[in-house]
């Protein structure tokens, strides 16, 4: 064998080293999961090689169930000692005790144009509710000293990449968790730029509600209609308006009234229902975290009071139970010699044993015999549990295709669909063009058939006629699918109404759909 040939374990090893590497070059604070097994020891040794002779710049993080050997504990404390590893050990007994995991949990994403202050506002809500570490404070110091800045830049705490902090803008969706004693929560940082509307839309998907910052010298913008449409699209329930830098209109009222009737008048279309406005300076904290002194004419609760306090649990998915397919699990051994389980994530509703159940879209129909999870028998599952469905009949069922209740409301079953699309791609599209459409766990090819209007995002007014879709349109289109597709409407199901468009030459994703009706 030649000798300059690197063996497969070496090419292995030598591409993770790489990885790391980028890891350590490309984020501010990544860690390594160490649990005490074979995986995370593996990828702390491979750490250890990659930085030699300087240590791991990352530490590695620990989250002790209390179901440890001692001996584990040991190793662990003595291999971080070994390599100068830093160690952050977390306890899940002390989170229970302080009824960590039992507290709600709010997501929430912001939007917003491009230099409105959205990564500035969600690190003045870290910074003024204690949430971020000393180390992270002292990193952040020293980033905006070297840039310049005669301030603390608090938007650094949120732009993870470091593309991001060298052009000033949020390109990714950075995700961030904090929590009060009074509630948890999950910040969707998406870009404000239009170029990176697909990741708005990414973002604003999952949340329960979404912050639009408006600056206050500029009011409504393009980027304010846009954004205000997409989440009423998504049937985001809360919308919270953040009229940003009111320190740079000398927290005028006449200046916030206007911007709330602006947008009122624009709202008025998009059928918001659940709007509050904040007059706030993410940069001094006015209105933030604690009441301002500066706008005594304003007497509603600062942005975090309202984040505290708003009603989550809003319905995301159906009262009908939707189960699709994700895998067919098929041990064939000598212990499970015929099981045949049907695995996915209930998307809607309510399952138990004995229920009839209907398989769509062939129409076949058995009953549940066991919801499994791994090796319990569940009474009941709902959403979003994933388990596993095994039937009393012995019947063709595949990835794909969709469980529901035999006596509940039926999803429908078509092969052409109206759906609300907003497209990610510079490749434009146009009518007769071919994609893979995926939606749930089910992947078939489709067409679009019809344009049926554009909306113009600075008017709202519908735009017949339109040929083509460009970057970053929102339209009313048809499409014609290769196979019946198993769906509710989007305001019905957030799964089974949903749907992506993916280029096939490049499997990139190009479009989100939801459907209509």
Not at 5 to 10: E, G
Not at 194 to 206: D, E, H, K, L
Not at 370 to 393: K, Q
Not at 419 to 442: G, M, S
Request: proline share 4%; glycine share 6%.
């Amino acid at each position: 064998m030649d000798n300059k040939t690197i063996k497969h374990l070496k090419e292995l090893e030598a591409e993770s080293i790489y990885v790391l590497r980028e890891v350590a070059a490309q984020f501010e604070r990544p860690v390594i999961l160490f649990s005490g097994g074979k995986d995370s020891i593996v990828i702390t040794y491979l750490a250890y090689k990659a930085f030699y002779p300087a240590k791991i710049p990352f530490p590695l993080l620990h989250i002790d169930t209390g179901h440890n050997f001692e001996e584990t504990i040991q190793y662990r404390d003595e291999l971080a000692k070994k390599l100068g590893a830093e160690l952050i050990v977390g306890s899940v007994q002390e989170s229970m005790d302080r009824g960590y995991l039992d507290m709600e949990l709010l997501r929430f994403s912001t939007a917003g144009s491009v230099d409105d202050g959205k990564s500035t506002l969600i690190g003045r809500l870290l910074y003024d509710s204690k949430s971020i570490f000393e180390d992270q404070l002292e990193a952040v110091e020293a980033a905006s000293k070297s840039r310049g800045n005669e301030e603390v830049n608090l938007a650094l705490l949120t732009d993870g990449l470091r593309a991001e902090r060298e052009q000033g803008i949020t390109i990714d969706v950075a995700y961030r968790y904090f929590a009060t004693p009074k509630r948890k929560f999950i910040i969707a940082d998406t870009p404000g730029h239009i170029q990176y509307t697909r990741n708005m839309v990414t973002g604003a998907s999952t949340a329960d509600l979404s912050i639009i910052l408006i600056d206050a010298r500029h009011g409504v913008l393009e980027q304010t209609v846009r954004h205000s449409y997409i989440s009423s699209l998504l049937g985001i329930p809360h919308i919270l308006v953040a009229i940003n830098k009111m320190d740079l209109v000398d927290f005028s009222e006449d200046v916030y009234n206007k911007i709330i009737a602006d947008y009122k008048k624009m709202s008025e279309t998009l059928n918001i229902k659940n709007v509050v406005f904040i007059p706030i300076s993410a940069k001094d904290g006015d209105n933030v975290v604690n009441k301002s002194e500066k706008t005594p004419w304003y007497d509603g609760p600062t942005l975090l009071n309202y984040l505290e306090t708003v009603p989550v649990g809003h319905k995301t998915v159906s009262d009908f139970f939707r189960f699709p397919v994700q895998y067919v699990i098929r041990p064939i051994s000598s212990q499970f010699p015929d099981y045949r389980g049907y695995a996915g994530r209930v998307s809607g509703g309510i399952i138990r044993p004995g229920d009839k159940i209907r398989v769509l879209p062939s129409g076949t129909e058995s009953t549940i015999k066991s919801i499994d999870f791994v090796e319990e028998h569940l009474e009941e599952a709902y959403s979003p549990m994933s388990v596993t469905l095994t039937l009393n009949d012995d019947i063709d069922i595949s990835r794909g295709d969709t469980i529901v209740k035999a006596d509940e409301k039926q999803p429908s079953i078509e092969q052409d669909i109206t759906l609300d699309v907003c497209w990610f791609n510079e490749r434009p599209a146009a009518v007769r063009n071919k994609y893979v459409i995926r939606q749930a766990t089910f992947e078939t090819q489709g067409l679009i058939r019809s344009i049926n209007y554009r909306r113009n995002i600075n008017t709202l007014e519908k735009e017949e006629g339109v040929s083509v879709l460009k970057m970053n349109d929102i339209a009313e289109i048809t499409i014609h699918t290769a196979n019946p597709l198993v769906y509710d409407p989007y305001q019905a199901n957030k799964v089974t109404g949903s749907l992506i468009f993916i280029d096939p030459d490049t499997n990139e994703t190009v479009g989100a759909g939801l459907i209509k009706k």
